[in-house]
Every structure is written in C-alpha cells, then in structure tokens.
C-alpha cells in the first residue's frame, strides 16, 4: 500500500524517534511541528522528564521553544518504552569501541533495532539516521529479522516487502540545526528502490531541500564522505600553518591571497578539529579499507598533531615571557556554541592550566564554570575584559564573535598567539610567529 494511500485510509501516521540527542531530539521537534504526532524513545528517563516538561538537556539555537511549543500542544511525548507507530527513525550514537582501534561500536543502533522491532506492523518504515558505517542498514534489518522472523523484509523475503527500511543520514550544522533539517538536501538510501520512495515521501513531509533517492550503502558512504573530505581539506590548511610557523610566515596572508584563484578554496587552520562528526567519520571509512586509505589516515594524523603543535608553540610563548598571564580565549569546539566535548580549545588551555597554573586565565563566554580537569590548576575562568586588562599573553582558540570584536587598541600591545586567524591587524611584530623568527 503507499504511503499516500495509508494516510487518506488512516489519517496522519504516528512516527517515533530513537534517541532523542543532538540528532534527534531537533528532528523529533520539526516533525511534531508539521503536524504529525511523534513518540520520542530515550533510555534515559531523566531525557525523558525534562522532555516532557516542556525543556530540553541540550544546546540547540530556538530549540527550547520548539520544544516547549510541541510538547505543549501535545504533538511530542517522550517516554523510555517503545509503541507501535507507522515510522521509526533511529537516531542513536554510533561511538567508537573501546578497543582503542577507532572500531565503530553499533551496539546503541542494534538495540535501538530489536527494539522497534517488537512492535513492528506491516505497512510500517524504519529509517536510520545514526551515522554509520557501510552495512549498518542491512545490519540493522538483519536484527530485525532476528527478532520477528515472520516479518517480508527488504532483500530477505521474496515477494513484496512488508516493512520498508531505509538510511537517510543527517548533514546538519550544530548551531543551525533547526534551518538545516528543513532546507539542506536529503540522500535517501533504500535497502530497495521501494523503500527509498517510501522514506522520500515521508521526508518531503517537512523538508523543503531536494530528497535524492539511492541504495542503503551509498547513502551510508556519503554521509562518510562528506565529513572525510572536510577532515582532509581541514588538514590541509593545518598543514600549511604549520609550514608557515617554521617559516616565520603569515599564513592567513598566504590563503587569503590563494583563495583569489577562482579554482582555489583553502579551509581555516584551527587548533585541531574537534566536534563529534569530522574527527570521529573518517574512522568509519578507514574501517571498512584500512588498507586503502592512506589520505584519509594521514588528515587524522595531521589535525591531531596540530593540537599538539599548538600546546608546543603557547607554551614556547608562555615560557619566553614568564613575567606575563597567559589568557586562552576560548573551550568551545568552534564558534559561538556552548558545547565543549571534544574540543581542541578546551585540551590546549588545560594542558597549559597544568603547566603554568596561576598563570593562566581561561575566557569562555559560553561556560560558567571551569570543566573539570581544571580542577586544582590554579587557572581561573575570567571575563574578557579582565584578561584583557592583566595578561601579556593571548592564545586565540575559538573564534568566537566577541573575541573577533575585541579593537586593536585594547590588544596591540599583547603578544598574540591567534591560532584562528581573527585579528589580522595585529601587528606583525606582536605575533607568536614573531618569537620564531627572531630565535
Ligand atoms: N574547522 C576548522 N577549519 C575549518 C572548518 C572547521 O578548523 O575551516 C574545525 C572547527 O573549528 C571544528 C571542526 O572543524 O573544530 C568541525 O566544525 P564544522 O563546523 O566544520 O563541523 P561540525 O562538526 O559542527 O558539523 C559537521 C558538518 N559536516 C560538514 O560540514 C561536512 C555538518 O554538516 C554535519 O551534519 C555534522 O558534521 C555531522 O553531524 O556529521
């Protein structure tokens, strides 16, 4: 039966989402908002009271209202056990196994599987969202099949499949969620063609970008893919700064003046790239073809070392002038957000907390405390202004716009360390590359 079909024969269909993270949480949200009734699953039952009172456990730019709004009108409900519903999108963490080998552990989306699958119907969808490696889908059908084995699924059962089963992975920007969902383009991956018209008309519900159909497998690569090549390309320019570092260079200069090519567009080196997606998916591929991947492993390679550079060079700085406080600017992962996992920042600045304790005076207009590896440092989180008005030294980790609009007269006599780039009318000979190229 189509999807159409169903919705004039029994209404507007139930969808649930499991997980209710970064992920899906937004995602649950925006459905509700189109008017669909939607069941958010989460094993946590604190998720799952803040959820349904109206409030949210994490950071999304306009989330919390979205949220208030459809838990209030009744169209979003959390709850830790499963109910039966017409789609079920899965949205659970795909983290590293602790082996210490960057082996995906799939062990959140098999049991998200066996889950939905107790109370699966026919007629029902199961899409995957989890960024996952090559063969997750199918994976996921197959506990499926373990589970209700009298079930016609996609690939296993001859004839017409009762349960349509797709991966449709999510390409939003933390900070833009709520926007991304609606407007960025979709790859909709069936296990077969007819599961991924059946995903693509359920997606064309609320998302405005084009829905593309394609098979599970290239939809899970893609997903992989898009956030290798930015990894690689990041690399890149982590690369050349530390090139131009040895070489007492301004490589901002340098990329400003390439990017003027019309064939040329050079990413911004960083203090290493953080986040939970660019450093952690291009593992996903090296899974699958460790053997073919030589690039890929090196770019990991590359922008993990520039952290390293990093604390080698703030320290070096921090050392030639041991009269001066050292401010880091900064914990955050990237710009104007609060989220402070896995950030470059944050591991630069505490690793100079432990090496120059009371010296250090941490900026990082997001948090209102310290994390707490800070604890026993000596460091102190201070406001922008005063660590403007005491220290000598400054380490730019996070380009945050507060930080950007920081005038030249209220720094030009610090000597600066501006790992993002954002003051290029520092003065050549108050930069850290200065140090360099005079030792
Ligand atoms: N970074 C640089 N230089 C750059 C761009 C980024 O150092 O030129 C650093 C950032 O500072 C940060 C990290 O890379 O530490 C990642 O930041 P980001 O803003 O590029 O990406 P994320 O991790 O917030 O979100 C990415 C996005 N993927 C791509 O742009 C290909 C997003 O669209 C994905 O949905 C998301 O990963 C995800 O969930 O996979």
Redesign the pocket.
């Known amino acids: 039966m189509s999807e159409e079909l169903r919705m004039r024969e029994h209404g507007t269909p139930k969808v649930c989402v499991v997980g209710l993270g970064y ?1 899906g949480l937004p995602t649950a949200a925006v459905i509700a908002r189109s008017g669909i009734e939607v069941l958010g699953l989460d094993v946590s039952e604190k998720i799952v009271e803040t959820i349904n009172r109206g409030e949210i456990h994490i950071e999304e730019v306009d989330l919390d209202g979205l949220v208030q709004a459809v838990v209030r009108s009744g169209a979003l409900r959390a709850s830790t056990r499963i109910e039966p519903a017409e789609i079920f999108i899965v949205a659970v963490p795909t983290p590293f196994a602790k082996d210490g080998r960057h082996t995906p552990d799939l062990s959140y989306v098999m049991a998200a599987a066996r889950s939905v699958a107790t109370v699966l119907k026919p007629g029902d969808i199961v899409i995957l969202e989890s ?1 996952s490696p090559v063969g997750t889908t199918k994976a996921l059908r197959d506990a499926i099949a373990a589970v209700r084995p009298e079930l016609k699924l996609p690939g296993l059962a001859l004839g017409e499949p009762e349960i349509a089963i797709a991966y449709c992975p ?6 833009r969620i709520l926007q ?1 969902l609606i407007d960025n383009d979709r790859s909709i991956g069936g296990i077969t063609p007819a599961c991924a018209e059946k995903a693509g008309q359920f997606y064309k519900r609320f998302v405005r970008g084009e829905c593309v159909a394609t098979d599970a497998r290239s939809a899970e690569m893609t ?1 992989l893919v ?2 290798a ?2 990894d690689v ?2 690399a890149f ?2 690369e050349l700064s530390i090139v131009a570092d040895a070489m007492g260079m301004d490589v901002w200069e340098v990329i400003r003046l390439a990017n003027r090519h019309p064939r040329v567009n050079i ?13 952690v ?1 291009p593992w996903f591929i090296v899974h699958g073809a460790e053997g073919e991947t030589p690039l890929i492993q090196t770019a990991r390679g590359v922008n993990d070392g520039k952290i390293r550079h990093v604390i080698a060079r703030a320290s070096e700085l921090a050392e030639a002038h041991p009269g001066e406080k050292v401010a880091c600017l900064g914990l955050a ?3 104007n957000i609060d989220d402070f996992r896995e ?2 920042a944050r591991l630069v600045a505490a690793t100079l907390a432990r090496k120059f304790g009371e010296r250090v005076r941490i900026v990082e207009p997001y948090a209102k405390e310290l994390p707490i590896e800070y604890g026993g440092t000596g460091a102190r989180l201070v406001e922008l202004e005063a660590a403007l008005a005491s220290c000598g030294v400054l380490v730019v980790l996070v ?1 945050h716009d507060v930080f950007r609009r920081v005038p030249l007269a209220a720094r030009a006599d610090k000597l600066v360390y501006d790992t993002r780039g954002i003051w290029p009318d520092q003065p050549a000979a108050r930069q850290a590359r200065a140090l360099r190229k005079a030792g």
């Open positions: 992920i960024t999510e390409r939003v920007l933390p900070g991304e997903k898009e956030n090549y930015r390309n990041i320019a982590n990413l911004n080196p960083g203090p290493g790239v953080g986040g939970h997606c660019i450093a998916d992962f990237k710009a950030s470059p380009d």
